[in-house]
């Protein structure tokens, strides 16, 4: 079998501009033709395939998408395709797309700027009257920004109301926890008005007297105001969306002519969002206003019918049983409105000119594996519902945003959108923010070094990155502070100071003169990446419905942040799935989940999953576990299922229906679960970091489209390295692909006797490895843990007391047996598939006691100190073996029994974690995967087994 072709080995050597690194080219002034022509050659050099020129708050407003500005961009283009680089459009000033740098909203167009509903809830007096006020607003993302961003945002420096609007009063009675009864509930906005209102705030009052609602404790009034001074626009309004398109993208597209859909490839958005507005009265469920716009918001009313009120209220507080229907209801539509009016419309106006869509929006778990917190606002669901899956239906190629240099689940969660669409991988914008106590996020990080760029950067990769977008590439680096050093307030130079804009600008930091060999090494690691599928082991359910009905204060941000990082550490192949895919899912002969896209999953998550938004993903839920597929849940089961009755959902899938051993109502510790996971997955091939201590290892495995495995391996410490894979193959061909020069082949340690189905690799620090392993040889079995099916009974050589099931991972004393210190017998069945030709050995990750090993009746193995792997030989058998585990521990639960001497509990006893049954070939050993053997490099040959160049791993 070939395992590459002249042509995939040329996009290695020589990547193309969609995988080697781009830049954002941060404009801080308009800069002159010769600086253009300087910097444009500058990037090329440094590695750079493609730029977005971004101009940035230290350029003149006015001088945005001016004549001038137009004109340099026009020579940029033309200067880029003389490189034969690539541009994208960003299409903003600053950030926040939308606005176009006021331009939306000027001459005439004030009906386009944001508008924003609040709510205000009073006590009803003993006359029947109520009143409120809504006073004390400010823009919470906006104030981070300091005086620079509200002089940007607002014009003149701070936001100023018009058109206040009473869009609904409901009066209702309260039950002991504050929530509103919900049959008492009652619109009264017809005995409602507004009694004052200014660009500050607003006043309004009810009269409540008339017998049919006197009685009612509370009221809450719900307005809409625009903000008169915002350059921010209506997101909701598909009219804003086009005339944004009118005076923000016809202008680059007249600008660039010819170069558009050729040079000019495509067009960025970046963190599109109506401001968070906080106020005083503000003690609702969500932290900020909620967009609006009058005729949608008439249209939910005519088809929520009289539901409307209650549907505007849940928004304010909880009504008890029917709240979760609601605001799912409310916040699908709210989510689908804003995607469609905005993302649908400049998708359309892209694809009307031969470009792609790509951009990002604003992220809650930028930074964090938790998809709660937030660092824009405290709660977004206010900002397009965080219908990531429905906003990148728009998208050609995703875009995500990740702050700093540590691993997060940004690309992850950008890979796993894309892939819900028929695409994969994503483009991450890269950026740092200071967080040194007293400092502003906006200083950026100039400590930034080029191995911890890198480290990121292959991170990324790692979890689905295909390209990085760095910020920035800088035009200048602007001055020193005008303050007192270190004893003066710098905070006014923030963002328009060019050097505190979110440093570093990587072509001012002294080490960028290295940055190409960086910059290689990442085109060629996503044109490796490039070349092969994921394996989808397992499927992480997102709670979009849950996030609408409780918001970023329900646990299940912690849930996922648990299962994802905890999944990409221990190199488990797995995809965030969208719900709608869910429902619209089938079960394949294999009992796994295949979703509408064609992707089939043997493992689904539910990460604090409380509710559920269509019935069908019950459904489809239930056929998986009748048909063998493996559910895990943390947080317990679904409760509720939007639109049905409480009890729908455990009624469906509770107790036998789903294993109660997989489903945990807490937050349980990783390695409970990892044994479930790897045991239901049985991963192929399956990597092992032999030298855990030494710091983490990134795995990255799939298939590529001729059946053979890749693997990419970073190791992300500095230290070396031992790394065993399990091919699951009797002999294979290794093929080694050089990131650092670009050449392929076998190495020289491996070249014409190929690797047996076990390897083991010596890594340097830092070291990334491209492996494609090409099988030739019959199957061979690989590790299997052991998490499930074992029995237990303390053993008194009689076998008289029936064994009971019992869970490997936590000690037989907190089981039900919490004085037992005699024997205690595990007793595990497994099938072998392949015929008994290997030598087998069994791994106890840990074992209090020591531990006798029978094998289908015989004793095979003792370990009275268990340290390493238990030989076992050829004792399993080809078909079904019972495995026996006689375990004697320490004695101190029965003589400290009954007395205060054990302070913290009984001792541990037996397994505290999942056996592994390994196979024992002998592995090959390869202390080098990039020795050049006789020195030949790529050029040498073409039969697809070149030799590699030795490098140092850090570049």
Same mark, same amino acid.
């Given at each position: ?5 002249s ?7 020589h990547?193309?501009a969609?995988n080697a ?31 977005q020129i ?20 026009r020579?940029a /283009? ?6 034969g ?11 926040l ?9 000027a001459?005439g ?8 509903l609040?709510?205000?809830? #009073?006590?009803v007096?003993?006359?029947?009257h ?7 607003i400010?823009?919470v ?15 003149g ?15 209702y ?8 009864? #919900?049959?008492?509930i ?15 705030g ?31 626009i209506?997101?909701?309004? $598909?009219a ?10 016809e ?16 067009v960025? +958005? ?34 929520a ?15 008890g ?6 605001r799912?209801?409310?916040?699908e539509r709210y989510?689908r409105?804003?995607?469609d ?28 594996w ?16 965080l ?6 239906a ?5 875009g ?13 969660f ?19 923010g ?7 996020f906006? #200083? ?5 070094t080029?191995?911890?760029l ?14 990085l ?16 050093g270190v ?14 804009? +979110? ?14 060999r960086? /910059?290689?090494?990442s ?11 994921p ?6 359910l997102?709670?979009?419905a849950t996030d609408?009905?409780?918001?970023p ?17 221990d190199?488990?192949d797995?995809?965030?799935i969208?719900?709608?895919d ?21 493992v689904l998550?539910? =990460?604090g ?10 459904? *489809? ?5 009748? /048909?063998?597929?493996?559910?895990l849940a943390?947080?317990?089961? =679904?409760?509720e ?8 959902v ?18 349980p ?5 990892a ?11 399956? *990597?092992?970091?032999m030298? $855990?201590?030494?710091g ?11 059946g ?15 790394? +065993?894979?399990e ?10 692909w ?8 076998e ?17 340097? $620090? ?26 237990f009974?303390p ?29 205690g ?6 099938v ?12 106890l ?36 073996n019972?495995?026996?585990?006689d375990?004697?521990?320490?004695a ?15 001792a541990?006893?037996g397994?505290?974690?999942a $056996? ?40």
């Amino acid at each position: 079998m070939n395992a590459y072709d002249s042509r995939e080995r040329a996009e290695f050597m020589h990547p193309g501009a969609w995988n080697a690194p781009a830049t954002y080219w941060f404009w801080h002034r308009i800069p002159t033709e010769d600086e253009i022509d300087h910097q444009i050659r500058q990037m090329d050099e440094a590695g750079y395939r493609s730029f977005q020129i971004q101009a940035r708050m230290s350029m003149p407003l006015a001088d945005y998408l001016g004549d001038d500005y137009l004109r340099m961009c026009r020579h940029a /283009a033309d200067v880029a395709r003389s490189h034969g680089m690539m541009i994208g459009i960003y299409d903003e000033y600053n950030w926040l797309s939308g606005h176009a740098g006021g331009r939306v909203v000027a001459d005439g167009h004030d009906d386009l700027r944001e508008r924003h509903l609040f709510h205000v809830t #009073a006590d009803v007096d003993d006359r029947g009257h109520v009143e409120g006020a809504i006073d004390g607003i400010h823009a919470v993302d906006v104030d981070y920004l300091l005086q620079q961003g509200r002089d940007w945002v607002f014009e003149g420096g701070r936001p100023q109301w018009d058109q206040w609007r009473l869009v609904a009063a409901v009066a209702y009675d309260v039950d002991d926890s504050g929530a509103a009864k #919900a049959p008492t509930i009652l619109d009264v906005t017809d005995r409602a008005r507004l009694t004052s209102a200014d660009s500050d705030g607003c006043a309004a009052e009810a009269d409540l007297t008339d017998g049919t609602v006197y009685g009612r404790r509370k009221a809450t009034f719900l307005v809409a105001a625009r903000c008169a001074t915002s350059r921010m626009i209506n997101y909701l309004d $598909p009219a804003a969306a086009r005339r944004f398109t009118e005076v923000g993208y016809e202008p680059y597209a007249r600008a660039f002519g010819e170069h558009l859909g050729t040079t000019v490839a495509y067009v960025f +958005f970046d963190q599109p969002h109506a401001c968070f507005f906080d106020w005083t009265q503000n003690d609702g469920t969500t932290a900020s206003t909620l967009m609006y716009d009058e005729r949608f918001y008439d249209r939910l009313a005519r088809e929520a019918g009289e539901r409307w009120p209650r549907i505007l209220l849940s928004w304010v507080t909880d009504l008890g049983d029917g709240t979760t229907d609601d605001r799912v209801w409310f916040y699908e539509r709210y989510a689908r409105q804003g995607i469609d009016a905005f993302f649908g419309t400049i998708g359309a106006w892209c694809h009307g000119h031969g470009i792609k869509l790509c951009g990002h929006e604003v992220l809650s778990h930028v930074s964090s594996w938790d998809p709660t917190s937030t660092i824009i606002a405290d709660d977004p669901r206010t900002n397009f519902g965080l219908d990531y899956f429905g906003i990148d239906a728009w998208r050609d190629i995703t875009g995500v945003d990740a702050r700093n240099d540590h691993p997060q689940l940004s690309a992850k969660f950008g890979d796993s959108v894309a892939r819900s669409h028929g695409r994969g991988g994503c483009i991450v914008e890269q950026y740092f923010g200071r967080v040194v106590p007293g400092s502003h996020f906006a #200083a950026g990080w100039w400590e930034l070094t080029l191995d911890q760029l890198r480290s990121q950067t292959m991170r990324h990769h790692v979890l689905g990155m295909r390209q990085l977008l760095m910020h920035a590439f800088w035009l200048t680096d602007g001055h020193g502070p005008a303050g007192d050093g270190v004893r003066g307030d710098d905070s006014a130079e923030m963002f328009v100071n060019p050097r505190f804009d +979110f440093a570093p600008g990587v072509n001012y930091e002294p080490w960028f003169r290295f940055h190409r060999r960086f /910059a290689d090494e990442s085109a060629r690691v996503s044109v490796f990446l490039d070349g092969c599928e994921p394996l989808n082991e397992v499927a992480v359910l997102y709670p979009l419905a849950t996030d609408w009905a409780y918001g970023p204060k329900h646990g299940f941000g912690r849930h996922m942040a648990l299962w994802c990082e905890n999944l990409a550490r221990d190199g488990i192949d797995y995809a965030i799935i969208d719900e709608r895919d869910l429902a619209r899912g089938t079960v394949d002969r294999s009992g796994r989940l295949r979703l509408p896209d064609g992707r089939a999953f043997p493992v689904l998550v539910l =990460p604090g999953v409380q509710v559920l938004g269509d019935e069908r993903s019950v459904d *489809v839920i239930e056929r998986f576990v009748d /048909a063998g597929g493996t559910l895990l849940a943390t947080g317990g089961l =679904p409760e509720e299922v939007a639109g049905r009755h409480g009890g729908f959902v455990p009624g469906r899938l509770g107790n036998p229906m789903v294993e109660s051993r997989l489903v945990h109502g807490g937050l349980p510790q990783w390695h409970r679960l990892a044994a479930d996971v790897m045991e239901a997955v049985r991963p192929r091939p399956r *990597v092992a970091d032999m030298t $855990p201590e030494s710091g983490q290892l990134w795995i990255r495995r799939g298939r590529d489209r001729r059946g053979c495995q890749r693997i990419m391996l970073f190791n992300d410490s500095d230290r070396d390295k031992t790394t +065993f894979i399990e091919t699951g193959a009797g002999h294979a061909r290794l093929i080694a692909w050089n990131p650092l020069d670009g050449t392929v082949g076998e190495p020289a340690e491996t070249r014409g006797r190929g690797v047996g189905p076990r390897i083991e690799l010596r890594m340097r $620090p830092h070291q990334v490895m491209l492996l494609q392993i090409v099988p030739d040889g019959a199957a061979a079995p690989t590790s299997m843990t052991l998490s499930s099916g074992w029995r237990f009974t303390p053993y008194d050589g009689t076998e008289m007391t029936r064994p009971m099931p019992i869970d490997p991972t936590i000690g037989w004393e907190r089981q039900g047996y919490p004085t037992f210190c005699g024997t205690g017998r595990y007793i595990r069945d497994i099938v072998v598939d392949e015929s008994p030709v290997h030598d087998w050995a069994l791994i106890l990750p840990k074992v209090k006691g020591s531990v006798a090993v029978r094998i289908n009746g015989r004793r095979v193995a003792e370990a009275p100190w268990p340290a390493g792997p238990i030989p076992l030989g050829h004792t399993l058998e080809a078909g079904a073996n019972r495995i026996i585990l006689d375990i004697l521990p320490s004695a101190a639960n029965r003589y400290y029994a009954g007395t205060s001497q054990q302070g913290d509990g009984p001792a541990p006893c037996g397994l505290l974690a999942a $056996p592994i049954l390994v196979p024992n070939d002998d592995a090959t050993y390869i202390a080098d995967v990039t020795d050049m053997g006789r020195g030949r490099t790529a050029s040498d040959n073409d039969d697809g087994r070149t030799m590699l160049t030795s490098d140092d791993g850090r570049g």
